[in-house]
């Protein structure tokens, strides 16, 4: 019943899609596809709840698609966990587009794209064969690339969309494989015939490099993460929120499906690959958070960076699980899985206020906003609460999960193999220390773009964003604000999907109780007492200045040691913010340069500073591989000129040398 | 005496006796210097004038401004008021650990560096973006203290950390002698003291935290003030109960043992006035972009506190 009601609700949202296609182009169609496709994802995020919290998996095998083989559909606790994160963010996203979406321009290239994007994501999750899956993988990475076009008027968008289509078709190819693989000769694509016959030991290691490889460049992991950065932000506000915090997550999930669950046991030396790229991504995705100045793009990389810390915590859990150390892995799991959720909340809200952002100013340049606290201070408090929970700051939902993902890396100690008991200490080093850097990172992305004075007249002429962008956003900061003061409610939640997958669960935490990660801990946390207690404590401060401190306040020019600069663009910029960090992390990573040019005495010309960063990830992998595609290609080139003749002498050696292969074949 | 009495009494020690750490370091740094120096109550004097003073805010400024301050000391005042100091209270022990405790400094840090950021001066934006980056290797720093801590002591929380090392009779473990240092030198680049960071300077190329709050004043500059002093006690009291846990009190212990175990922890404070103002004289100030290397030492104590922890536990 629950998983047709699921269908009902894709067939709605493509129906939805239809209904865009012919209405589009019509003002009022905006506010009608948008409430729809809300209502739609808030009905998906009902079942998905009442699956986790009923403990029911219904499944379903529609007679539909390959013959004989048909399409076959379930809500297992893991499927529901990831529904519920689609739903929550494409209802969001809905009720943002309400009113973001009325300023598009061309709404018949976004509208009918949208809903069915929505869809296709939903059904990736609720898959239970192997050829389901990739034809809804197919269908989202297709869907979301027409909307990363949608604007497609700049060379710049049309190159995010060339790179990001062949990026999606290697991922898919990879996931293919990896589907090939599991699959093995005996030709059914059902999960539950994929696990029931297993993998061989010796090929587990191609199969979980290939789900890396195939998730992965869709969730953003380096080095396959290049196309991400370009294609996220050239799509419209909600769409960016959309791909960056939900279609990422789909991503994870297909690798959780393909490893944790189809491939069954997995090798420990292979949980050394997940943390290391795990922990790679991480770093470096924060590190080129930081040498942004387009607040999108900033954003896009931090996606990349949260993928990291997904996959440390999921790789601890490959770790923990292979060495039968079940509490530990049902731990490092649960946090991964929370982190996912958390991070689709943040990450929405903060591409939300960047679309209202760009609304108002028409800008994305960090260097050309500033100031924008007071003309729009709604977007700002709700910005500032998502940018304090991505950088882990207590007692935000941020925070939570990379709390647990810290005790969860304590436990390493427990492991009996020497690689992982090193390995896991340095990749909880590198977390903090991409903590510590999205720290610094979001202080300049707020600090920036709202503080300061407006550096354009488009800044300060700014308007607030409407009502109905605002609501989606405070819903998403009053949910962060939930997850991390009450973080127990959502490993609750998660519990049968660990349980599932792990064969062990994190304590069950009773609400005002506090957080325990494994059982009889006494690394507790409680989120709602460190909350109340820094609530109460600003109010004996607020009170004890009212009673005994001078209650003046006076308003005046800025004091600035007696030097006040009047020009804006004096103020710190963007790329000014960042200038200790890129000298001190970039030039190792990204090989960054300075080069300072002073004009000669008594020229009036201005000085300039020129920086240039080199992106390791494109000179050494996608710029050999584009040359020597173009190599192979120039060579191959001449074969599309021939006369029939060659052609046809051609094709008689071919068939020679297959006989020939054919006879001697043993 | 009940966990909530000692809970309360310790909080609001802490907040009466910040100042006073203030004071002794800066009277034995003067007398080190050969000048009379100021009285040791003297940052009380200077709290208590700025807060007779109105306090002056620039057009240019948002509600960050005003609200940051207030923030800051409250955050900062619950952090040091979950270090047990001179007695064990369970009160609020189950609600953080070591690490919620360092994450609520970093929100400090986060809400001064966007004050810094909010009038959109150069200082203020300097001190903001130099005050970030000192804290990208601190912290990492800090997770492996804590994680060689957590191999020893078997726990983050800080309760049974200091319990455990007043309890047992631990051999001097190398590993929490380098855990030691780190954690002191740590202390040293949080509080922006010298060599990182000058809190009396007057040169403003060389200011962090103090180009940070350049904007402030009165009852706004006295909650930073006394924040900062906080933070110094904060530390203090940390680096007190983690490796010099003896003389602090049990959990329900009476009145008496309560008073001894306060007057040890003076006698801790008065020491650690001493010392640093000690190092602080015999060191100059390192430029900005040493800073990291001078964190990154600390760092590397911590993870080579880890890998010896790893390798033996009687290490």
Known sequence: MLIFAALICQAVLVGIAGFAVCTAAARWANGIVYSATAVACLTGLGI?????????????????????????????????????????????????????????QFPQRVLPFVPAFLAAMNLVVLADDAFTFLLSWEGMSLLSWALVVSHDRTAENLRAGLIYMAMAGFGTLALLTAFAVLTGSGGDFTFAAIRAH????????????LALMGAGSKAGIFPLHAWLPLAHPAAPGHVSALMSGVMTKVAVYGFVRIVFDLMGPVDWTLSIAVIAVGAVTALLGVLYALMQHDLKRLLAYHTVENIGIIFVGLGMALAFRSSGLAAAAALAFTAALFHVFNHSLFKSLLFFGSGAIQNATGERDMDRLGGLIRVMPQTAVAFLIGAAAISALPPLNGFASEWMIFQAAFLSAGLPQWGLRLMIPAAAAVLAL??????ACFVKAFGITFLGRARSEAASSAKETDKASRFAMFALAAGCGVAGIAPGLYTNLLRPAVQMLTQAAMPFATLPAPLAPVAASHNTYNGLVIALCVVAAMLIVAIGMKVFANRRTRRSDT???????????AQYTAGSFAQPIRRVYASIVFRAREAVHMPPPCDLAAAR???????????????????????VSGRLNPFQHLTIRYYLGIVFVTLVVLLTVLAIWP | MSDLTVQILQAVLALALAPLLTGMVRKTKASLQRRCGASIFQPYRDIARLMRKEAVVSHDASWIFPAAPTFILAATWVAAALVPMFAFANGLSSAADFIVIIGLLASTRFALALAGLD???????????????????????????????????GTTRLVDIAGFIQGTQVAPHISLLLAFAGLAMLAVVENGRIPVDN??????????HEAMVLEYSGRHLAQIELAASLKLLFYVSLISAVFLPW??????????????GLIVYLFKLAVAAKLLAFFEISIAKMRVFRVPQFTGVALMLGLLAVILLLVSRSF
């Open chain 1, 48 to 104: 998905a709840l009442t699956c986790l919290l009923g403990q029911t998996q219904p499944a379903l095998a529609l007679p539909i698609g390959i013959p004989w083989v048909g399409m076959h559909f379930r809500i297992d606790a893991l499927a529901a966990v990831f529904l519920a994160v689609v739903n929550l963010g494409g209802a969001a996203a809905s009720i943002f587009a309400v009113g973001y979406g009325r300023h598009e």
């Open chain 1, 198 to 209: 297993g993998v061989s030991p010796a090929l587990s290691g191609v199969v979980l490099w």
């Open chain 1, 434 to 439: 991409s903590a510590a850097l999205a720290a």
């Open chain 1, 559 to 569: 004091w600035d040691c007696g030097h006040p600069e009047a020009n804006v663009h």
């Open chain 1, 609 to 631: 500073i020129e920086t240039s960063l080199n992106d390791p990830a494109w000179i050494l992998l996608y710029a050999p591989v584009g040359r020597a595609i173009s190599v």
């Open chain 2, 119 to 153: 009038i959109g001066t150069s200082f203020g934006g300097l001190g903001s973006s130099r005050e970030m980056l000192f804290a990208t290797v601190a912290e990492p720093a800090i997770l492996m203290l804590i994680f060689a801590l957590s191999l020893i002591c």
């Open chain 2, 199 to 208: 809190p009396a300077t007057h040169l403003e190329l060389t200011m962090v």
């Open chain 2, 247 to 260: 003389g602090i009190a049990p959990a329900g212990a009476s009145l008496g043992q309560i008073a001894l």
